[in-house]
């Protein structure tokens, strides 16, 4: 339990990064007015991303398999693009269009798969072989 918390923890501040890096690589901005963005504003997103990736991506794989197999795959780009657009209009003060919700779905896809290799390198003992 406490290595699953510890995951979802780093899952989290690194989506928060992940974030914060697109809102600043692509400028589509955020609502200054509101005193919620900044740190915690990034920190609220970051949760809320990782919270709605962890339950409503899975079911909506399976609603859209059908449209997977048939694009060989690439349908899941739309489904992540889906997951962050939904995220990112849930979190106060940050918005972004549905294109680069997208190319930020693939960035923090990319940063969860380096996440968890990580911690799957880490839990696999390493055995030599003795000759």
Do not use: C
Not at 38 to 66: D, E, H, T, Y
Not at 84 to 100: D, E, H, R
Not at 101 to 128: C, M
């Amino acid at each position: 339990m406490r290595e699953q918390a510890r995951v979802f923890i780093l899952r989290w501040l690194l989506n928060t990064f992940g974030i914060w890096f697109a809102i600043r690589l692509f400028g589509t901005g955020y609502d200054s007015s509101l005193l919620t963005i900044g740190l915690g504003g990034f920190l609220l997103a970051g949760f809320i991303f990782s919270v709605v990736n962890s339950i409503f991506r899975p079911i909506a794989i399976i609603l859209s398999l059908p449209a997977i197999l048939i694009t060989l795959g690439l349908f899941t780009l739309v489904v992540n693009g889906s997951m962050m657009w939904l995220s990112l209009a849930l979190a106060p003060g940050i918005k972004m269009t549905f294109p680069f919700a997208i190319i930020t779905g693939i960035i923090l896809s990319l940063l969860n798969y380096i996440v968890s290799s990580l911690f799957e390198l880490q839990a696999k003992p390493i055995h030599k072989e003795e000759e």
